[in-house]
């Protein structure tokens, strides 16, 4: 299947690159940034098309989309992967920095609409029709026990509502789609002390895609579930 991922480059992102590629599929992976470690992947697969892409500007995105136009003509399964964590070691709210709070949303939120609205197409004349958003359960409402990490938090909560819109829109025409927590993994974002190595996570992760993937339909209860398959509150 042809497969695009956005923020490809490191972290979890880079292990689910790696993971598709070892499962046969061919990636398209969208990058920032590039990085040594996402260029060494590319001298061992030749399945790997990287395409410089920053997810928060249009022009950028509409460059990609010609470039997977060109050279695949079709996409079966998006990820959106690319996330920023701005606001670090989470302020209290008499501390808090604002400058952050736009550019995050834009990144976490308001980016994965926008590379969807130029890669539909694409999706529509491929099999697979599968969309997914890696989210988290900083985005749930019904859960939520922090007292602080409001930018990031609000981020993925925005994500959320966007992807149940577009699943509002798009299931009436046989597209699947998920949002996917991975778990507290060892990212720059997660931090040495998490529980989850980004490949352990991302094999979990590529799970549930195949599955979402392969199912019939995917009802707005199964959307929001985390990396071992269990549904979370919105």
Known sequence: ?????????????????RAFL??????????????????????????????????????????????????????????????VLLERDSPDIEA????????????NAVAPLMVTKHLLPLLRHGSGKTIVAISSEAGSIGSCW???????CMSKAALNMGMRILHNRLAPEG???????PGWVQTDMGGSNAELT???????????????????????????IDWKGQFLQW
């Open 1 to 17: 299947m042809n497969v695009c991922i956005t923020g490809a480059n490191r972290g979890l992102g880079l292990a689910l690159t």
């Open 22 to 83: 070892e499962q046969g599929h061919q990636v398209f992976a969208t990058y920032r940034q590039n990085s040594k470690a996402l260029l060494d992947i590319e001298q061992q697969w030749k399945q790997l098309i990287l395409v410089p892409c920053d997810i928060t500007d249009e022009a950028q995105i509409h460059k990609a989309e010609l470039m997977l136009k060109n050279q695949a003509g079709a996409l079966d399964i998006l990820v959106h992967n690319a996330a």
């Open 96 to 107: 808090l920095d604002f400058s952050v709070y736009l550019p995050t949303l834009q990144t």
């Open 146 to 152: 922090r007292d602080r990490a409001y930018s990031y």
């Open 175 to 181: 597209f699947r789609l998920r949002l996917i927590h």
């Open 198 to 224: 980004p490949m352990a996570a991302a094999q979990d992760v590529y799970e549930r895609i195949m599955e979402t993937c392969g199912a019939p339909s995917v009802s707005p209860e199964e959307l929001y």
